[in-house]
């Protein structure tokens, strides 16, 4: 069929599709100043077209003078474009290049944020290994020590929680492994572990109730009798506790000499 016989508006779309066929592929070598390389790589990263954004941004950290405010903007975008292609490993050593080079620049802040999420997002499940849980966490904390007052500031805290709740899931779990494999020895040394290491977390509760279980199946009375009685200072009110410890002894009254 001749294209002189579509409709009107078909035609166009068509022309459309052959302009865009036939334009040409993204080339650094087009842009002859870092101001017009700078403004395709926005085009492709707006465009999301994130390889050809992250392909600009690398040759302008690269290019760009160590005092020009671009720098630390290509810096970000780069780690950002790499963080939308799910490449999170890039992304975060990306966001702590800005950091590290630019510690004084408004996106510092958020750039330390960026990067502890993303390690964040490489830690998929508490069970798993904790090395990204454990490097966001110190990420977390130290934008917390190096930006205190930033507005930021709150959402790595919850990403501090947020962190040491999964870490005190792992070790609660594996003392939950333990006690189904029967070794109760074992067991106790990771639930004392939450309870110390993340004494401020739903699974410190957690691991005290389940102590009291192990000591009693071992015949630790004492043992199991003054975590009870942490327990019941701690939670007075849960139900969980009562059910396991008991309401508290009466309190003894001193006879009268």
């Known amino acids: 069929m001749l294209l002189s016989r579509w409709p009107y508006r078909i035609r166009g779309i068509v022309a459309l599709l052959a302009l865009g066929a036939c334009s040409p592929a993204f080339k650094l070598s087009k842009f002859t100043t870092n101001d017009a390389l700078y403004a395709a790589a926005m085009r ?5 077209h994130w390889d050809n954004a992250i392909q600009a941004f690398e040759r302008l950290t690269l290019d760009l003078p160590a005092r020009d405010t671009l720098l630390p903007r290509s810096y970000w975008y780069l780690a950002t474009a790499h963080a939308r ?18 510690p004084d620049d408004s ?11 993303e390690y964040a997002k490489m830690w998929r499940k508490p069970e798993l290994d904790s090395q990204y849980g454990l490097t966001a966490l110190a990420t977390y904390r130290s934008m917390l020590e190096l930006y205190p007052d ?4 709150p959402t790595a805290k919850q990403g501090v929680d947020r962190m040491l709740e999964w870490l005190a899931t792992k070790d609660y779990e594996t003392g939950l492994h333990y006690v189904r494999r029967k070794a109760p020895d074992s067991a106790i040394l990771y639930f004392k572990d939450v309870i110390k290491n993340y004494p401020e977390t739903a699974r410190a509760r957690d691991a005290y109730l389940r102590l009291v279980e192990v000591y009693r199946s071992i015949n630790y009375r004492d043992d199991a009798r003054d975590a ?3 327990l019941r200072q701690k939670f007075p009110s849960d139900r969980e506790v009562l059910s396991v ?3 508290p002894p009466p309190a003894t ?5």
Request: hydrophobic share 40%; with cysteine; proline share 6%.
């Open 228 to 230: 009870c009685t942490t």
């Open 44 to 48: 492709e990263f707006n465009a999301r």
């Open 107 to 117: 996106l510092a802040d958020d750039a330390m944020l960026a990067e502890g999420n």
């Open 85 to 102: 292609k799910d490449e999170h490993l890039l992304a975060a050593q990306g966001y702590a290049r800005l950091n590290q080079t630019f």
């Open 253 to 257: 009254v001193a006879r009268p000499t």
């Open 245 to 247: 410890c008991g309401p």
């Open 150 to 153: 930033s507005p930021l500031a």
